[in-house]
């Protein structure tokens, strides 16, 4: 099987030496991601990865950082290798390109990064295997030798997984490549909003013009999208998923009563934040 700590010493890189990297934050301003970061300005991606919180739970000791991104299809895309030189603090006030919110001065370290020419070839088409521990945003290479699950000829957008396949997290709505987005606004039909948190789950429908997206925005800008059941409850990044789609042909009434049977058969009313 082919690993990633193999590609580096073919490289002449040791992964002794090396950090792996995997970027993939919720808290983004609307219709951005760090994917999308990568994708559409690179030198803002860079400075963005530049600047890391000082916190003795993440430890960047090493000088050579392989830097990856999580797509919106939840895998796991190298983007490029760095070198990392010692760090600077007490920095200037910095607006994130990602929550647009500004940072206040000396809350950042900013490590100096070089992109190296290792690997440069795999740098948007190398997929890895990251693990189940994706809060471990951070780890060593040594001692996580991942596996290369797939290596592509050209960089293009994910290629969308289907409709009745489809998942994503409300935070990842307004952030969905182009493609996705225009599928999920041409489609109406019955879908999940599950909570983690509290596990706890809500039926809805959606038949507007915007199909899905337009009702899963909704959503992501008012964090309840005028359900009673949704307005009580603190704000929450719920995993959305479809549970059925309406064909062309479909009335309003024919997809109200797709939503009713779906509350009947999760138990919804009784058992989760519908409250009609």
């Known amino acids: 099987m082919l690993t990633f700590n193999v590609l580096l010493r073919d490289a002449g890189v040791d992964p002794k030496q090396t950090l792996l990297l995997r970027h993939q934050d919720a808290r983004t301003r609307p219709g951005r991601s760090i994917y999308d970061l990568w994708r559409t300005n690179l030198t803002a991606f860079e400075d963005y990865q530049s600047r890391q919180r000082r916190t003795g739970r993440v430890r960047f000791n090493r ?16 983007v490029g290798l760095y070198r990392a030189s010692a760090p600077v603090s007490g920095v200037t006030d910095w ?26 070839a795999f740098a948007g088409l190398l997929y890895i295997d ?41 935070s990842q709505v307004e952030a969905l490549p182009p493609a996705w987005a ?13 909570c983690s948190r509290t596990n706890e789950h809500y039926v809805g429908s959606a038949y507007g013009a915007d199909g899905f997206l337009g009702r ?40 109200l009563s797709m ?18």
């Open 130 to 170: 990251w693990g189940d521990g994706l809060r471990q945003w951070v780890q060593q290479a040594k001692a996580q030798d991942k596996s290369v699950i797939e290596l592509r000829r050209t960089g293009e957008e994910p290629v969308f997984p289907g409709l009745l396949e489809f998942m994503c997290s409300l």
């Open 95 to 120: 607006t994130s390109p990602l929550s647009g919110n500004v940072v206040a001065a000396g809350i950042d370290n900013v490590f100096p990064l070089e992109r190296l020419e290792a690997l440069k």
């Open 216 to 255: 899963w925005l909704e959503y992501a800008r008012s964090g309840h999208g005028g359900n009673v059941g949704l307005k009580n409850r603190d704000p929450s990044d719920y995993r959305i998923s479809i549970l059925e789609t309406a064909g062309t042909a479909a009335s309003l009434d024919d997809i």
């Open 63 to 78: 000088p050579l950082w392989a830097s990856f991104v999580g797509t919106p299809a939840g895998d796991t895309l190298f």
């Open 259 to 276: 939503e009713s049977r779906w509350k009947i058969k999760l138990q919804s009313r009784e058992m989760g934040l519908n409250r009609n």
């Open 182 to 194: 225009s599928k999920l606004a041409s489609h109406c039909g019955v879908y999940l909003l599950s």
